[in-house]
């Protein structure tokens, strides 16, 4: 989840935009201009708020969901390669000059990316998460003039306990004295007993 503020100043175009993602290589070498600053050659999970136009005649916000594998030198607009989600074109709010949120959720490999707490996602795709790395943001003015932010951002990670051991089936025979059974909560558990 982060909050984010993207300006354009009064006598210039929207700059290049915001980048998130989560790469296994440390970030270096930073793409400028229409790259939005992504670091070179990524390996891993990527969203852009492109917010200046490079193939069309008029700016265009868009947001793209990408799953780099480290041989994609950087980020190009209009380009299929890494693609996992159809790109989400007019995304107007993104260049309004206001805070606004977004929220990005993995799940099981499913990635979901959503805007100004809509119970709707923007873009969804689905990204294998076999790496552990780096997160960040980067962005690029390129020739204009934007002042791009982020602020309030807050990582959050569910981490599942692990399943307790069973021995089953537990046979009795007639008159056998049954051993009573025991268990321990996990550290911030409950646990609860059931007939």
């Known amino acids: 989840d982060f909050d984010y503020r993207i300006q354009v100043s009064p006598s210039s175009t929207v700059a290049d935009g915001i980048a998130?993602?989560?790469?296994?290589?440390?970030?270096?070498?930073?793409?400028?201009?229409?790259?939005?600053?992504?670091?070179?050659?990524?390996n891993g999970l990527i969203m852009i708020m492109d917010?200046?136009?490079?193939?069309?005649?008029?700016?265009?916000?868009?947001?793209?969901?990408?799953?780099?594998?480290?041989?994609?030198?950087?980020?190009?607009?209009?380009?299929?390669?890494?693609?996992?989600?159809?790109?989400?074109?007019?995304?107007?709010?993104?260049?309004?000059?206001?805070?606004?949120?977004?929220?990005?959720?993995?799940?099981?490999?499913?990635?979901?990316?959503?805007f100004n707490y809509s119970a709707t996602p923007t873009l969804t795709g689905f990204y294998p998460l076999t790496i552990s790395g780096y997160f960040g943001f980067s962005s690029s003015t390129g020739a204009a003039f934007s002042t791009q932010?982020?602020?309030?951002?807050?990582?959050?990670a569910l981490v599942s306990l692990p399943v307790p051991t069973v021995t089953s089936p537990v046979?009795?025979?007639q008159d056998?004295?049954?051993?009573?059974?025991?268990?321990?909560?996990?550290?911030g558990s409950t646990l609860r007993w059931f007939t």
């Open 51 to 114: 917010t200046y136009d490079n193939i069309a005649p008029t700016n265009v916000p868009l947001a793209t969901l990408l799953g780099y594998d480290g041989t994609i030198p950087g980020y190009t607009e209009g380009s299929a390669a890494g693609v996992l989600a159809p790109v989400a074109p007019f995304l107007t709010y993104i260049t309004d000059g206001t805070w606004r949120h977004c929220r990005i959720t993995y799940n099981v490999g499913t990635v979901n990316v959503y």
């Open 171 to 173: 046979t009795y025979c």
């Open 20 to 42: 998130f993602w989560y790469i296994s290589n440390p970030p270096t070498g930073f793409s400028v201009g229409g790259g939005i600053g992504l670091p070179a050659s990524p």
């Open 149 to 156: 932010s982020i602020k309030s951002v807050h990582i959050t």
């Open 176 to 187: 056998d004295v049954a051993v009573p059974l025991t268990a321990t909560a996990a550290t």
